[in-house]
């Protein structure tokens, strides 16, 4: 006897066991994105900023839930709200016009419960906030990044949502095409991104574009000369972490797509397969890029891999349930190569740290145009009928409009609204988005944390310490620099102001304190090499500082 997968509630709704147990699955998916997103921002960066970098995302992600289940979730989705922000009729999770809250559903997914539904578009949130501030990685102070996300997310991230998804929101009636967040999320954290890269400047040290420009006529290629690449095309201190970071992101992103159906049909199928198929096409097509301009036909890095499988599945996510696998394949090979581009055109201008703003907010702003032209009624068709009128591919070519509109909106509310953001939160005492120079040297990750994620950080060979007292000694010699007086100021003296100082500082600091070990003089045929002597150790923490 086949068992039926309904559930009827007392008050009479009709639930699906089935996609109650996919949806239950995708948030967890997308939890898990989440968290390899922090392990990835983590390879990427420079080794003294690891541990800040995943910490960020596990921080992020709990700070946005307890401001989803305050008020994020009603402002984004509640019913009877405007055209441009929600209402509270959902605050803390309640009044979901039912005697038991676990049999009423939300409008945009009627075969779940509302809780299951507000839990998953929780996850999106955390998400999105913590892509964007991999923008300024190395330089954002931790406790500012608490108050600016709480206060994004309700400004910013909330009414987009409620634009796109709700059925009030203005883009929703307008018929602007996102299955599952190529507006609300990548478009949204990439300008939000760049925002926050144009407020806060470069990191100390980095080859901006005046630097660039004095080298054009003394390289061939200048960009890409050798001794300098990874000074400033940062390739991150481990490989292995990003690619770790980029399979959980991969997996994650199933759920991310799919699960935005909102239950198991063949629309959930469908975006599954281009999820897969836009990844496949966006690694290779950045593979080859890499070989052919980086890698001189010989060599091809993982990170450039991983970095085109990001950008492409990016550039799916607002098409995902709506176009036909083939232009999937299409889809990863414009993202990688657009985003490919950005990321060297936009960093001889801005310093994003993690490329934030060429792989989500570029590949996505690629993908919703591309779904103007390529989304397909027959795809995304009903039990009852077609319920989009489908793209450019369709003949329907007021679409193409509908998108660039959307696009446009977003794009510029999420970077002008957070730039205004940045700058009230700098005015309040204590909240300054920049750590100093000094604690930019030494690494967030000691500076913010007190914590190092390798013992022999700052190419030292440390022995015999353990992971607080390897902390205290970079602390201490932070607070020993900041306090050494001094007998002119010469910062403003060298030629660039106050930049070319702190590139002294920069140069000095690692010679200063570098062990560095005895040359060891080969004995001559028929000579008695001399015994060493041992050093005597350290007794405490003072001696070794």
Not at 259 to 286: L, Y
Not at 340 to 358: A, E, Q
Not at 393 to 408: E, K
């Amino acid at each position: 006897m086949k068992q039926s997968m309904e559930w009827i509630t007392p008050s009479g709704r009709v639930f699906n066991s089935g996609d109650i147990a996919w949806i239950l699955t995708a948030s967890a998916m997308v939890v898990l994105m989440t968290l390899g997103l922090g392990i990835f921002y983590g390879g990427m960066t420079k080794r003294k900023n690891a541990i800040s970098s995943i910490l960020e995302s596990f921080s992020i992600l709990s700070i946005v839930s307890i401001q989803w289940l305050f008020w994020g979730y009603s402002l984004a989705f509640a019913p009877g709200g405007g055209r441009f922000y929600g209402n509270l009729k959902y605050f803390l999770f309640l009044n979901f016009d039912d005697d038991n809250h676990l049999t009423f559903s939300h409008p945009n997914a009627p075969t779940i419960p509302n809780f299951l539904y507000g839990i998953y578009q929780c996850m999106f949130a955390g998400l999105t906030s913590a892509i964007l501030v991999g923008s300024v990685a190395g330089r954002l102070r931790f406790r500012t990044m608490c108050v600016f996300v709480f206060i994004w997310t309700t400004i910013v991230y909330c009414p987009i949502a409620h634009w796109v998804w709700s059925h009030e929101g203005w883009a929703y009636k307008l018929g602007v095409l996102d299955f599952a967040g190529g507006f609300v999320v990548h478009v949204n954290a990439g300008f939000a991104g760049l925002a926050l890269s144009v407020f806060m400047r470069a990191r100390f040290g980095y080859k901006d574009w005046r630097w660039r420009i004095c080298h054009l006529f003394k390289s061939k290629n200048p960009f890409y000369k050798a001794k300098h690449k990874r000074a400033y095309w940062d390739l991150g201190h481990n490989v292995p972490f990003i690619i770790l970071g980029t399979a959980l992101l991969w997996f994650g992103w199933f759920g991310f797509n799919a699960g935005s159906a909102e239950t198991v049909d063949g629309q959930a199928v469908i975006a599954f397969v281009n999820t897969h198929f836009a990844a496949c096409s966006g690694a290779v097509t950045w593979g080859v890029l890499d070989t052919v301009f980086e890698g001189r036909f010989q060599r091809v890095s993982a990170v450039s891999i991983c970095a085109g499988i990001v950008a492409a599945m990016a550039c799916m996510t607002a098409g995902s349930g709506y176009v036909q696998p083939p232009i999937a394949v299409a889809y990863g090979v414009v993202a990688s190569t657009t985003s490919y581009i950005s990321t060297k055109l936009v960093k001889i201008v801005v310093d994003d740290s993690l490329d934030v703003f060429s792989v989500h907010g570029v590949g996505a702003g690629v993908g919703v145009l591309l779904t103007g032209i390529f989304a397909s009624k027959t795809v995304a068709k009903d039990g009852e009928g077609y319920y989009i009128d489908g793209g450019w591919w369709d003949n329907h070519y007021i679409q193409m409009a509908y998108q660039l509109a959307g696009l446009s909106a977003v794009s510029v509310y999420s970077f002008f609204v957070t730039f205004c953001i940045c700058l009230t939160l700098e005015w309040i005492p204590g909240l300054g988005f920049r750590v100093t120079a000094q604690e930019e040297e030494i690494g967030l990750d000691v500076s913010q944390h007190g914590e190092s994620a390798y013992l022999n950080q700052g190419d030292e060979e440390v022995e015999g310490l353990g992971q607080h007292e390897h902390a205290v000694r970079l602390i201490k010699r932070l607070l020993e620099r900041e306090e050494r007086p001094r007998n002119r100021d010469r910062t403003n003296e060298a030629p660039g102001g106050e930049w070319a100082g702190l590139l002294k500082l920069q140069r000095t600091f690692y010679k200063k304190f570098r062990q560095k070990k005895p040359k060891v003089k080969n004995p001559e045929p028929g000579e008695v090499p001399e015994p060493e002597v041992a050093s005597p150790p350290a007794e405490n923490i003072q001696d070794v500082v």
